[in-house]
């Protein structure tokens, strides 16, 4: 697998890397020309513990909580992850294809994980989430409008957005007004390997 094409390419500069077997090949001709912001916390509603890595790399210990029981055996994964602290852990290359959205449809268009970038944050619907995720996320997605001419602003949805009535993340307590002035406002932001 390391020898097929374009699998080294796709890995941020910067970020802790934790590769996840749960990917595959993009369609021919897709774009990238999606972002998906969603949220993860394992057990749910508890931060820190490393699981969502074990779980990312099918490596969750089914008999460590009942729920990881239930989920132990779905093959799942994100292109990014980033932790109440704001440090990001990539997954998956963004060259290749995740599998963080499902069944799901944007604009007409089927099949989201074929053209999207997944970028979990640690929380819950309901729990604001930390100045240093929106700080990191916004960077991110710098990066990633500056790197993928079809991606836009608006074009940075929420999972709830493409997967309505079945998913509801990243929930109300994303503040989607206060991430679009942050990434419109060059200002706001440091370089992220700074302190
Ligand atoms: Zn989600």
Not at 93 to 117: E, K, M, Q, T, V
Not at 124 to 148: F, G, H, K, M
Request: hydrophobic content about 35%; charged content about 20%.
């Amino acid at each position: 697998m390391m020898s097929e094409e374009g699998w080294e390419e796709g890995w941020l500069a910067g970020v802790r890397l934790c590769p996840s077997p749960n990917c595959g090949e993009r369609p021919k001709g897709s774009e990238i020309s999606l972002l998906v912001i969603h949220n993860i916390s394992l057990p749910p509603g508890q931060f820190g513990g490393g699981y969502i890595e074990q779980f990312f790399t099918n490596q969750l210990n089914a008999d460590e909580h009942s729920y990881f029981a239930e989920i132990a055996d779905l093959q799942v994964s994100a292109h990014l992850f980033i932790d109440r602290d704001g440090a990001v852990v990539q997954f998956v290359p963004l060259s290749r294809r995740a599998w963080h959205a499902g069944d799901s449809s944007f604009a007409g268009c089927a099949n989201c994980n074929d053209y999207s970038i997944g970028i979990e944050l640690e929380g819950t619907d309901a729990q604001p989430y930390s100045a240093n995720q929106y700080q990191s996320l916004v960077q991110i997605c710098r990066e990633l409008l500056l790197a993928y001419p079809a991606l836009s602003a608006e074009r940075i949805v929420g999972h709830s957005d493409i997967s309505p009535g079945r998913k509801t993340d990243p929930g109300p307590a994303f503040d989607w007004a206060h991430f679009f002035a942050m990434l419109a406002d060059t200002d706001t932001l440091q370089e992220r390997n700074d302190e």
